[in-house]
């Protein structure tokens, strides 16, 4: 997420709003000026980080603009935006002083990029803001944005792993609330017992083991966001409960007796389909209307191909850092590799194929032999693990017993996989079968996901698709 003030200054509306709302969703504070002269008049009267600015502009152009601010601001970089064709304009502009040139038509994720070597980037966390690009995408965080400045309830829908949890934090960020606690908790890993507790807390000895009181995640929350991660799989018990705290605004923490006020923006996720679940009977409709107030929805990852090379560039360039390595990038066949697949996993099956190739590859070109993707893998088990069990067996083992951990945990999520096909997906049956409770089967897909698996599925246990990320 670029943290940045910057100038932009086109004379051509639809354009300057156009390379304002991208550098917006990217995290910029975004002034406009339709002219260079405008833009002299603002430049004295607020600091920036940057400015960028077209060069064909009316009586006064970008190279005059240019020639100023280089004067006037001498440590303010400059960006400017020649026309297609124009390599005098571009050689010009970087002789002159601009750090760096934009050729129009130019994808709105190449502006953020070159932005972004030149201002402040806030440190890569989970943190970040979802990167996007496909339409569809910047629409979904523009509304996200709208919906950020009001106290509504929000659903975000999508497969797993396509970043529903990253749109989550964006809603937070991006609203009034934004220094105040974002609190997540996920409703399908906590153990059924343990939920209701943890949401509404509890006082010392309301059951036993409960030597001193804790207060809940509502009320940690206070003041901030509190997301509901995988409501689905609330037990229906729950749910009531979970309403009758949402609809009156106070929590009473288990064996207490004092209601606590709260002031909690609820954000909920599901990868089902909770209408289906409503009509099902397994999730409760007044809660459902209650959640689904304003419902966003992120397209699986295959039907947003436009995101993928972005998403991807994040993604190598946070495990570079991470790692201490130099910037890396995709080279032409990688790029080709990447846009190709078909991501069952979605982004977060992407993020694992982009950490494995940075194993496999210490120079600082990706090339599509380390994304081990194969694009003719047996369907139901995608190539990106099928070569990451091939990639391990290459790497020599750091220490036996983390090796001996996970392959054991390999072996576990591959019995479950097994078991709910020979179940025909129904998770009912697979846990019957495995001899664990429901409830421990949830838990372990969502043990699963968590590892980069993809186990889509099933809210009638019906098992959808079942492959490894
Ligand atoms: N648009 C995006 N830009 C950058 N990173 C992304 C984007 N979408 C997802 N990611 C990354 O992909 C991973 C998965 O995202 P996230 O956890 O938000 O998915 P999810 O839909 O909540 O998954 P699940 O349903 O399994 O909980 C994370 O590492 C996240 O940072």
């Not at 001498?74 to 935006?81: G, K, N, R, V």
């Not at 997301?227 to 409960?241: F, R």
């Not at 909770?274 to 007044?286: I, K, Q, T, Y």
Request: include cysteine; charged fraction near 25%.
């Amino acid at each position: 997420m670029l943290s940045a003030s910057i100038l932009v200054v086109e004379d051509d509306r639809d354009l300057r709003e156009a390379l304002a709302d991208t550098l917006e969703i990217a995290g910029c504070k975004v002034t406009q000026a339709d002219s260079a002269e405008q833009a002299l008049t603002i430049l004295p009267r607020q600091v920036f980080d940057m400015v960028v600015s077209d060069i064909n502009m009316g009586a006064m152009d970008g190279m005059a603009l240019l020639k100023a601010v280089r004067q006037d601001y001498p440590q303010l970089p400059m960006l400017l935006i020649t026309a297609y064709g124009s390599v005098s304009a571009s050689v010009e502009a970087i002789r002159n002083g601009a750090v760096d040139y934009l050729v129009k038509p130019f994808k709105p994720q190449l502006l953020v990029d070159t932005v972004s070597r030149y201002v402040g980037v806030a440190s890569p966390s989970d943190d970040e803001g979802p990167v996007a690009v496909e339409a569809s995408s910047l629409q979904l965080l523009q509304l996200a944005k709208r919906v950020a400045a009001t106290d509504s309830t929000v659903l975000i829908c999508g497969e797993s792993g396509t970043g529903k949890e990253v749109l989550a934090r964006y809603i937070h960020q991006q609203s009034s609330r934004a220094q105040q606690p974002f609190i997540a908790i996920n409703c399908a890993a906590i153990p059924e017992n343990m939920l209701e507790g943890m949401l509404f807390g509890h006082e010392k000895g309301a059951f036993t083991g409960a030597y001193s009181s804790m207060p809940g995640k509502f009320e940690q929350a206070n003041g901030g966001t509190l997301l509901l991660d995988e409501i689905s799989e609330m037990d229906i018990s729950l749910q009531a409960k979970l309403l009758r705290v949402i609809q009156e605004r106070e929590v009473e923490r288990l064996g207490g007796r004092k209601t606590i006020s709260l002031d909690v923006r609820i954000l909920a996720t599901t990868n089902r389909h909770l209408a289906e679940e409503v009509s099902n009977g397994r999730f409760r409709e007044d809660l459902y209307y209650r959640l689904s107030v304003f419902p966003l929805n992120w397209l699986p990852l295959r039907e947003r191909r436009q995101d993928i090379l972005a998403i991807a560039q994040r993604l190598l360039n946070n495990h570079t850092l991470k790692m201490g390595r130099v910037n890396a990038s995709f080279d032409q066949q990688a790029q080709q590799a990447l846009i190709n697949h078909p991501w069952p996993g979605n982004v977060r099956e992407l993020d694992n194929v982009v950490q494995r190739a940075l194993i496999m590859q210490p120079g600082n070109i990706i090339t599509s032999a380390d994304l081990r993707i194969d694009p003719f893998a047996p369907a139901g088990l995608a190539a990106s693990t099928v070569s990451a069990v091939a990639a391990t067996s290459e790497q020599p083992a750091a220490d036996d017993s983390n090796a001996l951990g996970s392959d054991l945990q390999r072996r576990e999520f591959e019995i479950i996989l097994n078991t709910l096909r020979s179940e025909n997906g129904s998770r009912k049956n697979t846990a019957e079968k495995l001899g664990i409770s429901p409830r421990t089967l949830r838990y372990k897909i969502a043990r699963m996901r968590d590892s980069g698996f993809d186990v889509a599925g099933g809210d009638s246990g019906k098992l959808q698709a079942a492959s490894y990320k």
